[in-house]
């Protein structure tokens, strides 16, 4: 018997043609584009050429910057099409033991770093357009994020409304506070919060561009310093916004996830708010529940099933709120297999592993597990043991050394 997994953050690759097939004309030579100059391939964003250290292919492949890896992987030739196929991708999971995958961009991560607003609402809505109609073959198995930048909170009421009516399962903020100076917990983000809460819909933060300009660590950090350090410290100030800003407190049925930029900080971290808000209790303001309270009981996170820090982060703030994903098909995801790197993890239970894998994500998420079950069918159980589960790269092309 299989159990039924959910990924909790799988990934797709925007293929060019969305952009020009989905954008307002004026804004489709600021898209992603790939350009040929003197018999050299490069890809093009916002009028420039990029400068990155590999190729889209590598970055769709996982362990492609591992020893055993490479930077020049083709996109087109080399990479799985389940990256941007929905039949494709379905079958994929069938083979890797993945029951639902809830999906999020990769080109599309940092909108909300561009100076041009016009065309990050555009581009926002044909992205949103794009992975609608791809899960839209599968809706209970292939379940989508609506990408939603902060930084036209009109625009983005507006937006949120459209997913909601489109089948969204969540929205994918970004952790970064906007140049127009709003902060997570800003109450201008309330009308958000609380057409969210209405929907019974939650939200995801999720990791975006280390190297963003508004995040401010290019100024400080290079090369795989950013990516090192600015991943985690995005959702740092994230949860630090959303806490200090009393957001869980305006909104006790808000539910918020952090994803992709690891786990085993979080229990320093919200000691951390505890403890300054005990030292500077006249000027932190009202905190009617502690940090680790207002987390535990409207929060979940996501991140590196080998962290360091895993089983502290599940002691801290219970198995339920840590969600098993695989960041596929990204380079930088669980290496070698994420799903055999929880399953073998000694330091715990079965049922935290369980709770991770398949129960967390469901009740996150909203997904009806026993429906979910019924329509998987025969060899599919909620009750199948952990250490039946098999491993999730083998069975994919893609993977560097199969």
């Not at 909790?8 to 030579?29: I, K």
């Amino acid at each position: 018997m299989r159990l039924p997994i959910i990924d909790a953050d799988g990934h797709v690759m925007e293929p060019f043609s969305l952009w020009q097939e989905r954008l307002p004309a004026r804004y489709r030579d600021l898209s992603w584009r790939q350009v040929t100059v003197d018999g050299v391939e490069t890809v093009q964003f916002y009028g420039n050429a990029t400068s990155f250290e590999w190729s889209l292919g590598s970055l769709c492949t996982p362990g492609a910057l591992s020893a055993s890896g490479r930077l020049n992987i083709d996109l087109e030739t080399e990479v799985d099409p389940g990256v941007c196929d929905p039949l494709r991708r379905l079958s994929l999971m069938d083979a890797q033991g993945i029951a639902v995958s809830v999906l999020f961009p990769t080109m599309t991560l940092g909108l909300d770093d561009l100076p041009d607003q016009g065309f990050v609402n555009a581009s926002a809505h044909a992205y949103n357009e794009w992975i609608r109609d791809f899960c839209a073959s599968e809706p209970n198995r292939l379940r989508w994020a609506a990408v939603l930048p902060l930084t036209d909170l009109a625009w983005a009421r507006t937006e949120l409304e459209w997913a909601i009516d489109a089948g969204a399962t969540t929205v994918m903020l970004s952790p970064i506070p906007t140049p127009g100076g709003q902060s997570l917990g800003s109450v201008d983000l309330d009308p958000i919060w609380a057409r969210l809460v209405e929907a019974v819909m939650p939200a995801v933060v999720h990791a975006a561009n280390p190297a963003s300009p508004t995040l401010g660590l290019v100024r400080h950090l290079a090369n795989r310093a950013q990516w090192q350090m600015g991943v985690p410290l995005q959702l740092q100030l994230a949860v630090m916004h959303v806490i200090d800003g009393g957001t869980l407190e305006r909104f006790p049925e808000l539910r918020i996830g952090f994803f992709e930029g690891d786990v085993g900080w979080l229990p320093h971290w919200l000691g951390r708010l505890d403890e300054t808000y005990a030292k500077m209790a006249l000027v932190s303001g009202d905190h009617r529940r502690t940090a680790r309270q207002q987390f535990r009981d409207q929060c979940v996170i996501s991140g590196e099933p080998a962290d360091v820090g895993l089983a502290l982060t599940v002691g801290t703030v219970g198995a339920d709120r840590v969600l098993w994903a695989s960041d596929w098909p990204h380079q930088d995801g669980a290496w070698p297999d994420p799903i055999e790197i929880l399953r073998d993890r000694a330091d715990l239970s079965e049922a935290e592993k369980r709770s991770m894998f398949v129960d967390g994500p469901a009740r996150f998420f909203g997904i009806d597990l026993d429906q979910l079950v019924a329509q998987l069918g025969a060899g599919w159980d909620r009750e199948a043991p952990i250490d039946s589960i098999g491993g999730m790269l083998s069975v994919t092309t893609s993977a560097i050394g199969v």
